[in-house]
């Protein structure tokens, strides 16, 4: 089955520089990734999300980029702001299934 | 946007008891539900995929007979932890998507359970 790492388990930066966190995926059959974000006893919210067909996506501060041959995509948030700080999970769905695999989640800090 | 409900946020039960958490798609209709488990500084691991008129699919090492899901309706799933034990304390969490538009998959809120 589909396996997620995520890396770093935890980031710290200053606010104003950029957070990069990078997930892998094994079965090259995922076809849909995406991020979300979990603040502290709430529920995952999705923030940005990108299919196979597409190498990168943009939201304002926050893009993802994804590598089909090497199975990894990560997300970039830049200018970094306090409320950015929350733990930040990757997701993976293989094509053809309904269930998502998760990463096992980094603890972003934004140091004001 | 598709909005998922979930109640109760949180529960205290006594250990032996039994548990029903709500799930429910507010604006949508969900044939596929699905039921995660988060232990404190963990990942969501999923539990079971609740499937609207049919039994729900478990993941490997989930038990079946105490982790009962009823999927009865297109707006509504049931995670009931039966005979629950402290070790079942954890935050359990749904998610749903709605599929006629292909949208990402929504969460619930999550409800505390905590079993003494």
């Known amino acids: 089955g589909e396996n997620v790492e995520q890396h770093p388990s935890t980031l710290s930066v200053q606010e104003g520089d950029s957070a990069v966190i990078k997930c892998t995926y094994s079965?090259?059959?995922?076809?849909?990734f995406p991020w979300y974000k979990q603040e502290l006893g709430k529920r995952p919210q999705l923030i940005i999300d990108?299919?196979?067909?597409?190498g990168e996506k943009k939201d304002q501060r926050i893009a993802v980029t994804l590598n089909k041959t090497a199975k990894h995509f990560s997300l970039h948030i830049t200018e970094t702001q306090p409320e950015d700080s929350a733990v930040y999970f990757c997701?993976?769905?293989?094509?053809?299934?309904?269930?998502?695999?998760f990463g096992q989640g980094t603890r972003l800090t934004i140091n004001p | 946007g598709a909005v998922v409900s979930q109640h109760p946020s949180w529960v205290i039960c006594k250990s032996g008891t039994s548990v029903k958490i709500e799930c429910r798609s507010l604006?949508?209709?969900?044939?596929?539900m699905f039921w995660y488990r988060q232990f404190p500084k963990q990942s969501l691991m999923l539990m079971a995929t609740?499937?609207?008129?049919?039994?729900?699919?478990?993941e490997q090492g989930v038990e079946k007979d105490k982790f009962l899901i009823n999927h009865a309706s297109l707006t509504l799933s049931t995670l009931t932890v039966t005979s629950a034990h402290p070790e079942d304390s954890s935050f359990y969490i749904c998610?749903?998507?709605?599929?006629?538009?292909?949208?990402?998959?929504?969460f619930g809120s999550g409800t505390r359970l905590t079993v003494v």
């Open positions: 998610s749903a998507r709605e599929e006629a538009v292909g949208s990402g998959y929504t």
């Open positions: 079965d090259s059959a995922s076809n849909y």
């Open positions: 990108i299919r196979s067909n597409v």
């Open positions: 997701a993976a769905r293989i094509q053809g299934a309904q269930k998502l695999v």
């Open positions: 604006d949508f209709q969900a044939t596929t």
């Open positions: 609740s499937n609207e008129g049919s039994k729900a699919t478990y």
